[in-house]
């Protein structure tokens, strides 16, 4: 069974920093991993995606050179350090995994093609 876990959200001030953390369960190694969120009202948009040698595949428009995904196989997680927050940035953010027939990122990441969801993580950017 696929687990995911998230931590590391909060509440920061616009132009702070928060690093977001994601546990996977072993099997996942071998897997693309993303960070998406949702912000309230609006649909689950992808973030960052990061395939299963650490090369990154995508960055959002609206997060480039603010964020930077990451992940450490050796210890199962992924990150996303997100620096130069903004309000807009407030969302539930998500880790994701790619399902059990592929192993690299779509591109584009459509949420659709990520079977396996973590419960969310809340970040609120302040003005």
């Known amino acids: 069974q696929v687990q995911l876990v998230e931590s590391g959200g909060g509440t920061v001030q616009a132009g702070g920093s928060l690093t977001l953390s994601c546990t996977f369960s072993?099997?996942?190694?071998?897997?693309?991993m993303g960070w998406f969120r949702q912000a309230a009202g609006k649909e689950r948009e992808a973030v960052a995606t990061?395939?299963?040698?650490?090369?990154?595949?995508y960055y959002a428009d609206s997060v480039k050179g603010r964020f930077t995904i990451s992940r450490d196989n050796a210890k199962n997680t992924v990150y996303l350090q997100m620096n130069s927050l903004k309000p807009e940035g407030t969302a539930v953010y998500y880790c994701?995994?790619?399902?059990?027939?592929?192993?690299?990122?779509?591109?584009?990441?459509?949420?659709?093609?990520?079977?396996?969801w973590g419960q969310g993580t809340q970040v609120t950017v302040s003005s």
């Open positions: 994701a995994a790619v399902g059990p027939d592929r192993w690299s990122c779509p591109n584009p990441p459509f949420t659709k093609t990520f079977t396996y």
């Open positions: 072993e099997n996942y190694k071998n897997k693309c």
């Open positions: 990061v395939g299963p040698g650490g090369t990154v595949s």
